[in-house]
Structure formats: structure tokens, C-alpha cells
């Protein structure tokens, strides 16, 4: 639908005012709310993601696509939630306790929303308590932990350790992400999945809750 792929290429390029006109449009003209979340707004960041992860675009692009596809959803949200769209799931986001670095965080956090998820984001030097609490008030399938400093790698452990002895390990799914971290790390721990960077976080979020 040409509008849809209108709000898309909108999107791509950050353009906040036309994304919110032309999502406008869509609903004025009776397009199902889903379909213009599926085709048009997460289709474009979709894209955005792509381009990020292979390095045709950066950072700030990202950002402007982000904030273009907020004002799309700020029209549509009432009508999603009127017609009980799900979400595809909840994920709760934190940099572990002893660590304050949440640029990497913020960014998943971002494309997470842009795919579509409930991204419940806890800030940074977050306790194991406050993401095992987190994740059973909001039920969430996912939480996701970053770490910058190898000093507070630790914390990651904790964080499992607790969701076992809360009997939510076997629903609670667990990715690490940051730069001292690795695949390796995530296997001794015990976390579900490990991501390298942002689009790659929403590719492991999407198989962990299929």
C-alpha cells in the first residue's frame, strides 16, 4: 500500500512531522492500526536496523528514525490499544549494578521498541533484586543486561542465580550484551543468549521469544 511504504522511506530518514502526518492519513483513511505498525513503522526501522548493523548509517540517524517512528506511534497507540494489538513481548532492560554506561543500553532499548517489543528499561547500576522484581510485576520474557566495566560481570551471574531460585529460569529468558562480555561468558554463566551490538540484541530478543 503505497502510503505504508510512504511512512517507511519517512521514517528512514528521520522525518518526524511527515511520519505523524502520513500515520495520520493511514488512520483517517481506515487501514487496519496493525497494518500500518507492521508495514509502515516497524517496516522502516526494520530497515533502519539493517543499515545500522552493516555500517551504512550511524548513531544519530538512528536516533532520528527513532524519534520519527515515536511520533507515528503516538497517533496509532490509542487505536492499538483499542483494538488490543499485543505487543511481542516485554524486556527489561538494565546496566548491572557498579556500572553507568548505558549509551549501547539506550540503543537497544531503542530498536527494540522499533521492532515492536515492550521495553521496560531500569536505567543503569541496577541490583540483581530490581531485575528479578522488574521482570515478574511487568511478566516479562526477556531481560537483558549490560555491563562496560569487566568489574561488574559478576553482577550478571547474581542476576541469573536469582531468577533460578525464583523458579523464573525456565520462563525468564537472559542476553548479555557490552564490550568486555562474550559468547564464552554467557555459556559459563548460564545466560540464554549473547549480543554484540544493538541490531544484533533485537535478531537473539526475536529467537529467544518465538
Do not use: C, W
Not at 27 to 49: C, F, H, R, S, T
Amino acid at each position: 500500500m503505497e502510503i505504508l511504504e510512504k511512512i517507511a522511506a519517512q521514517l528512514q530518514q528521520g522525518e518526524e512531522e511527515e511520519v505523524a502526518a502520513l500515520t495520520q492519513r493511514a488512520i483517517d483513511a481506515q487501514i487496519e492500526p496493525k497494518q500500518i505498525l507492521d508495514q509502515g513503522l516497524i517496516g522502516g526501522m526494520n530497515v533502519v536496523g539493517e543499515l545500522f548493523r552493516d555500517h551504512e548509517i550511524f548513531l544519530p540517524e538512528v536516533l532520528l528514525a527513532a524519534k520519527a517512528m515515536h511520533a507515528g506511534l503516538d497517533r496509532l497507540k490509542p487505536l492499538l490499544e483499542a483494538a488490543d494489538v499485543p505487543s511481542r513481548g516485554k524486556v527489561i532492560l538494565g546496566t548491572v549494578q557498579g556500572d553507568l554506561h548505558d549509551i549501547g543500553k539506550n540503543l537497544v532499548g531503542i530498536m527494540l521498541r522499533g521492532a515492536g517489543f515492550e521495553v521496560i528499561d531500569l536505567g543503569n547500576d541496577v541490583s540483581p533484586e530490581r531485575f528479578v522484581q522488574a521482570a515478574k510485576e511487568n511478566d516479562a520474557a526477556v531481560i537483558g543486561m549490560s555491563a562496560l566495566l569487566t568489574t561488574t560481570m559478576p553482577v550478571m551471574k547474581q542476576v541469573i542465580t536469582l531468577l533460578t531460585e525464583a523458579g523464573l529460569g525456565s520462563r525468564v529468558r537472559t542476553i548479555i550484551g557490552g564490550a568486555p562480555v562474550s559468547g564464552d561468558f554467557a555459556q559459563q554463566i548460564g545466560a540464554d543468549a549473547y549480543a554484540y551490538d544493538g541490531a544484533n540484541a533485537v535478531e537473539q530478543i526475536k529467537a529467544l521469544t518465538v
